[in-house]
T-cell receptor, first 117, second 109 residues
Framework: GAGVSQSPRYKVAKRGQDVALRCDPI?????LFWYQQALGQGPEFLTY????????KSGLPSDRFFAERPEGSVSTLKIQRTQQEDSAVYLC???????????????FGNGTRLTVT | GIQVEQSPPDLILQEGANSTLRCNFS?????LQWFHQNPWGQLINLFY???GTKQNGRLSATTVATERYSLLYISSSQTTDSGVYFC???????????FGKGTKLSVIP
């Protein structure tokens, strides 16, 4: 597709449920990022992939968060045993080069708005 | 890591007015981007501008890397310009884009 595609657009989960959020990056983009945006805040880094390798997961808030990109294209962010504080917009971004945002712009998807009740 | 500060935090404009948004960063940058997040949450690329000046219609941006700041100019503002404007930067040796807290712009008719 022409841009970064994320699904679902909205997700409501009951506390304790597991959720999976999908990201389709721009075709051919090597670098992929996940960000979390709480209400009224700027996006915060979660994790970074270069192709299928997860090079940095330092932003993941707990071991309930897990991300994968097994074939170096589509990525999934999984949150286990969701808590209310996980409610946020989850944004995926991609860029065409290795090195992430070092020397090329990031292109963001429209995000998945997760609400945990 | 790099720190990114934006000012002002909030801005209210009459339609047709001009404005300048500022972004200060704490270290040298290899990437600097300006985004507009519209009321529906879409984060739209405005400029990729680690240095120099660019213009796109009513918007223009200037980054003075040696003085560690970037400016976004909006001329003849329209109600559709409303939303939050984010500046984000990547410091030397990093691959992460770090965001500021944003400037919330409201353009009133």
């Amino acid at each position: 597709g022409a841009g970064v595609s994320q699904s679902p657009r909205y997700k409501v989960a009951k506390r304790g449920q597991d959720v999976a959020l999908r990201c389709d990056p721009i075709s051919g983009h090597v670098s992929l990022f996940w960000y979390q945006q709480a209400l009224g805040q700027g996006p915060e880094f979660l994790t970074y992939f270069q192709n299928e390798a997860q090079l940095d997961k330092s932003g993941l808030p707990s071991d309930r968060f897990f991300a994968e990109r097994p074939e170096g294209s589509v990525s999934t962010l999984k949150i286990q045993r969701t808590q209310q504080e996980d409610s946020a917009v989850y944004l995926c971004a991609s860029s065409p080069r290795t090195g992430g945002a070092y020397n090329s712009p990031l292109h963001f998807g429209n995000g998945t708005r997760l609400t945990v009740t | 890591g790099i720190q990114v500060e934006q000012s002002p935090p909030d801005l209210i404009l009459q339609e047709g007015a001009n404005s300048t948004l500022r972004c200060n960063f704490s270290d040298s940058v290899n990437n600097l981007q300006w985004f507009h997040q519209n009321p529906w949450g879409q984060l739209i690329n405005l400029f990729y501008i680690p240095s120099g000046t660019k213009q796109n219609g009513r918007l223009s941006a200037t980054t003075v890397a040696t003085e560690r700041y970037s400016l976004l100019y909006i001329s003849s503002s329209q109600t559709t310009d409303s939303g939050v404007y984010f500046c984000a930067a990547t410091g030397a040796g990093s691959y992460q884009l770090t965001f500021g807290k944003g400037t919330k712009l409201s353009v009133i008719p």
